[in-house]
């Protein structure tokens, strides 16, 4: 008797399996906009994650085990146009009909300046900076195919801009990824010294059987905690202050006491007017209005102080992030924030600053994402930190095993 009641737990746990699986997915078939034929050997992958594959030659894919949340569905052929979706993990089973379109020969906003030459000798150094890091993590990670990397440079706009052929292959020895990183915009404007990337990671495991799994799930951890992806989810879960973040709101206050002076200074001493020191004392030769010797001194050290100062607020999570009607969760927030992190290892908080360029809502997700991506700009510790080699796919958790 017992023995048949473990035989039906184990059918109804497999039969569970079974129709998870089934339900987890995403399959379709890829053709071309062109002649409507099938497309085969197209990377199919979620963005920023592990889960990819590649179509079969009758163009169609299958994608199991996808993670909980929301992600985009990345689908891209040499020549054809990148095809993205975005889908919410409780849409699925999904089955989908894709139509890659021809990529135009070339971009109509780099058209105007040819593209350089030397592109890479003269700027692969600025680009890898960039894009890739300066961190300690960025010395462990190079470019495999940097020939399909293509630079211009307008001296009118002051303004570095790259593309790509094919994905980048970038390998990360120090987190332990293979990224095939499809480009889509990369630039740096030399006039606002801001520095723009986006495109499609698709994440691989070096290797699984490695010596060096422990170390990298270590460097991973270290990696994690403090980014802008951990600031994202806890944002999402109302967790800022127990992750040890703080969010502090710069205000500009009017310095009063320099505004005084200055009225006095603009008062005492018309254009018109002439002064002289005498026994210690500033006169106004043409009306003798007299001022003290030891004003002057402070006076002096009070006009030399900005317009304004500083002044700092704190902010909680419920302050900037609101749902819709969908229970779809947005930040949007005025001015600069800073974000300071510090967790129970670190001596000193971490300083980041973040603010929105339009300013416009963004919405974000619990696994970290935020769309859309032009609209943060970060600096300070993130401006140095986010880069590729310090980039974690999506579905990471520091919990993972």
Not at 10 to 17: A, L, N, Q, T, Y
Not at 181 to 186: G, H, N, S, V
Not at 264 to 287: C, E, H, W
Not at 329 to 352: G, M, P, W
Request: aromatic letters at 14%; glycine letters at 4%; hydrophobic letters at 35%.
């Amino acid at each position: 008797m017992k023995r048949s009641i473990i035989i039906i737990f184990f059918s109804f746990f497999f039969h569970g399996i079974l129709f998870s699986q089934t339900q987890n997915l995403i399959k379709g078939i890829v053709t071309s906009a062109i002649n409507g034929l099938p497309l085969s050997n197209c990377s199919v992958f979620i963005n920023s994650t592990s889960k990819g594959t590649i179509t079969n030659t009758h163009g169609e894919f299958i994608l199991h085990n996808l993670p909980e949340g929301k992600y985009e569905l990345i689908v891209s052929s040499i020549g054809y146009q990148t095809y993205s979706f975005e889908y919410d993990s409780k849409q699925l089973p999904l089955e989908l009909k894709i139509s890659l379109k021809q990529k135009s020969t070339e971009l109509s906003e780099v058209t105007v300046e040819p593209t350089l030459k030397n592109g890479w000798r003269d700027w692969g150094k600025t680009f890898v900076e960039n894009f890739i890091g300066t961190t300690e993590n960025a010395s462990s990670c190079s470019i495999k195919n940097i020939k399909v990397l293509r630079f211009w440079f307008s001296k009118k706009k002051n303004r570095l801009t790259v593309r790509a052929d094919e994905p980048l292959i970038i390998e990360n020895k120090a987190l332990g990824y293979i990224i095939k990183y499809q480009l889509e915009d990369f630039y740096i404007d030399f006039i606002t010294n801001i520095t723009f990337y986006a495109g499609y990671p698709f994440f691989q495991e070096i290797d699984t059987s490695s010596r060096k799994i422990h170390h990298w799930k270590e460097e991973r951890k270290n990696v994690f905690f403090g980014s802008l992806k951990h600031f994202i989810e806890c944002l999402y879960d109302n967790k800022i202050v127990a992750q040890g973040f703080l969010i502090v709101r710069t205000k500009k206050i009017l310095d009063t006491e320099k505004q005084r002076v200055k009225n006095i200074y603009s008062q005492l001493m018309p254009a018109a007017d002439t002064f002289a020191v005498v026994n210690g004392q500033m006169v106004r030769i043409n009306k003798n209005v007299v001022l003290p010797a030891d004003s002057i001194a402070y006076y002096s050290n009070v006009l030399k102080r900005e317009d304004y100062h500083e002044q700092y607020f704190s902010l909680t999570a419920d302050s900037l992030v609101f749902s819709d009607s969908s229970a779809a969760k947005f930040i949007f927030f005025n001015d600069r924030l800073k974000v300071l992190y510090k967790n129970s290892a670190q001596t000193e908080y971490a300083q980041s600053e973040i603010y929105l360029t339009t300013p416009s809502s963004v919405q974000i997700a619990g696994n970290g994402m935020y769309y859309p991506a032009k609209e943060i700009l970060v600096s300070g510790y993130w401006g140095r930190f986010e880069k590729i080699a310090n980039t974690l796919p999506l579905d990471y958790s520091p919990d993972e095993k």
